[in-house]
Every structure is written in structure tokens, then in C-alpha cells.
């Protein structure tokens, strides 16, 4: 095999385990006790033969055999069966199970985990290194693949979670004024829903899946927090700006035309441009402007 092949990992698969009830055998295992304390009374008043000391010599054996094969399993709780490191299959019926002595049962929860990565330090699709930080809730919900195929799948989460949000804050830019483009920090859903199809493919071959997940934190990294607080701040007082002038121009316009529909008074293009620069001032000036009465014409 050459260097450049790849080995594909054989995949587990889970599959209901061949287990049963603890009841029945908790009542055999009571029935023992009943006959070895039995078989000791009797032995104690030498009423006992050859079948009441294979009775209280087997019956001990016996208990032990099936007081081995007793187990518990909670609500939302499996028990992976094996048989000297081989798979059998996994139980799930809650209560008290019992399965022969010799095999192990390894238990594992499959309730759902609420998970808050650590804030890690990415560099947005401009190259503007943000922080960012995800709340997860997962589940496992293959058990054979999530003992088997990973080495420690809780652990093998937190990498993942990891690495789904460099991938993702490395996708989109973190704010976007022009409103043109999917950004960090205005779309959160639609970049919620692009993090779960990335932890989903991710953690799939872990048998684990994710129920929920959301960025708690989303803020520029504090070494240029400020030069971009301030770029905000220029491009918010240019956005304001524009919509003044734009919102000023439209009034004067309307002024003009008014004038003349109404045959108020008549402009020259010279005294068109002068009403035209002071109503702009007044319109776009951040103070009060202070009028000026003219006694005189119109020209002078």
C-alpha cells in the first residue's frame, strides 16, 4: 500500500442487545437463598442426604452466577453489551436487566448535553480577527459508533465544536454597513443553521447528533476593537449624511418649484444658486442658523 492511500476505519453500528428482565432472576436468585438456608437447617439437625449437600453446595454457586448478571439502567441511559471486547449489541430498556455473567456492560448516557465552547480567536472572510464563542446541545444516538469509532466522543465534541466555528466565522464577514452581503453579526439564524449542518457532518461518523446550537459571543478581537468602533462610528455619521443631504435636496427642490407654480417671486439663475446655498445651510446644519432681514430689493 502506498503512502498516498487511505485506510477507510470500519464503521460501528448499533443493534439491540439479546438481555432480559432482572425480575424473574431476582426471584430465582431469592429461591436459592431459600434453599441454601434450607438445605443448612437440615444439615445442622443431620436430616440431610446427598441431595441436600449438592443443594447447599450448588446453591451458593448458583447465587453468585446470577447475582453476576444484574444491572441498572436509567431513563435516557444504554448499557453496551460485549462479549471479551466483542460488540453484541446494546440495551436500552430501563430498570433492572440481567445478562449472562461473562459479559461486560459499559453504560453510557444518551440525554442531551448543553455545551458552551470557549471564546476562540478567528479571522472573519475580510481577515478581521473577531472572537467568537457557541452554545451546543448534542445527544448520542449511536452508541456503538460513539464508543467504538472515537476514541473519547466527548472530547472528540469539543474539537469539533471548535473547528465548526473557525470554518464558519471564516466564511462570512463579521458586519457588512452596504447590507449586501450574509454577515456574522446581522444573521444570526441563517449562520446558526450553516454551524448545525457543520457540527451535523462533523460528529456524524461519533454517532452524535445536534439538537441545538447558537454563538453566545460575536465582538471584533480587543486589538483593533477600537479602530473598528471608530470605523463604525464614520461610516454610521456618512450613512446619516447622506440621507440628510438627500432628504435636503428633495425640500429644496420642492421650494423652488412651489415658488414658481405659484408665481411668488422670480429667480434668475444667480439668485436661484444663492436661495438654493442657504436653504442647504439651513437645512444641514447641525446648529441653529440666525436670519438675516433684508430691508433693501431683492439684489442688494
Known sequence: MSTGDVVALKSSREREASSGSGYPMLLILLLLVA???????????????????IGVIGAPLLFIFVACGFYMLQPNQAAAI????????????????????????????????????????VNDLRGNPIEMAAQIVWRVVDTAQALFDV????EFVKVQVEAAIRTIGSRYPYDDFEHKEVTLRGHHDEVGVELRKELIARLAVAGITID???????AYATEIAGAMLRRQQAQAIVAARRTLVDGAVGMVEMALDALSEKNVVHLDDERRAAMVSNLMV????????QPVVNTGTLYT
Open 35 to 53: 434453599v441454601t438456608v434450607w438445605g443448612g437447617i437440615r444439615i445442622a439437625n443431620d436430616a440431610g442426604g446427598l441431595l441436600t449437600a
Open 82 to 121: 460485549m462479549l471479551f471486547g466483542d460488540y453484541r449489541g446494546t440495551d436500552r430498556a430501563t430498570g433492572l436487566r440481567w445478562v449472562l455473567p461473562w459479559l461486560t456492560r459499559k453504560k453510557l448516557s444518551v440525554r442531551a448535553v448543553n455545551f458552551i465552547s470557549d471564546r476562540i480567536k
Open 151 to 154: 476514541d473519547d466522543y466527548r
Open 212 to 218: 441545538e446550537c447558537g454563538f453566545t459571543h460575536l
Open 282 to 289: 439651513v437645512l444641514c446644519g447641525e446648529r441653529d442658523t
